[in-house]
């Protein structure tokens, strides 16, 4: 038996209740092993629904967060998926189980070294880089989906340009302190928008959201 087994089900069942019912979604965040992705005083509270330090002041998502955007996301898990802040790598993580190709984008450089780790450590492909991520990834666009997981004060025109077409784009747009999450979808040149309220990330830092405040 993995460890923390009883505790990641649990994981799973609060996150159905909460309302959460894509089995893809589900399957993936009930295999990958998140205390592998928290800092070592945090391992006995992992599979808890909360967000939790990492260092850098970032923090890993709560479970409810990675589920609820991945769900809004729509993947069936062959889809090419451009991650925007990759903290502790988890999410990426959850995408690549899905089956997804996936590339993803980290300012802070300490994080992206650790986060390489963990990719090899699950021996899956995930493109990285460090770097803002507010300007996408254009070498390797078009997307099939944009998933942000930092706060951002506006939708960075560059992420849409760069959604392929019937592709989604989900990220939480509002002040630094609390934000709607926007899902986004392109239809040709159209985009068409839906808000859902209630989350809170670390800001998205780059040219095209926050300035860095020294942070
Ligand atoms: N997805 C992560 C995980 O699974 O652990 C959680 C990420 S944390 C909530 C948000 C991350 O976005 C932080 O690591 C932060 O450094 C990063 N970030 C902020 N602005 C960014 C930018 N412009 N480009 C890339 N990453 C950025």
């Known amino acids: 038996m993995k460890r923390f087994e009883t505790e990641r089900a649990e994981m ?11 089995e893809r979604v589900l399957a993936a965040m009930s295999s990958v092993e998140r205390h592998f992705f928290v ?20 923090t890993i998502s709560q479970p409810y967060t990675v589920a609820f955007m991945t769900q809004a996301l729509e993947l069936k898990g062959n889809e090419k998926v451009l991650e925007v ?3 502790s790598g988890y999410q990426a993580v ?19 070294a650790r986060a390489r780790k963990m990719f090899d450590h699950f021996n899956l492909h995930i493109a990285s880089k460090g770097g803002d991520g507010s300007v996408g990834w254009s070498e390797f666009a078009p997307f099939d989906a944009i998933i942000v997981t930092a706060g951002a ?29 926007s899902v986004v979808r392109r239809l040709g040149s159209q985009f068409t928008q839906q808000e859902i309220s209630g989350f809170k990330f670390v800001p998205l830092v780059g040219k095209n959201a926050w300035a860095n405040e020294g942070k």
């Not at 800092?39 to 002041?57: C, K, M, T």
């Open 39 to 58: 800092d070592a005083p945090f391992v006995n509270r992992a599979y808890e629904d909360s967000a939790l330090p990492i260092g850098h002041e970032q």
């Open 94 to 112: 959850v995408l690549a189980t899905m089956g997804c190709r996936v590339f993803t984008i980290e300012r802070r450089l300490p994080l992206v």
């Open 153 to 181: 004060p506006n939708i960075p025109q560059p992420l849409k340009e760069q959604l392929a077409d019937g592709g989604k784009l989900v990220i939480p747009v509002g002040d630094r302190d609390i934000q709607k999450l």
């Open 12 to 22: 799973i069942e609060v996150l159905k209740q909460k309302g959460i019912w894509d």
């Open 85 to 87: 802040g990759t903290g």
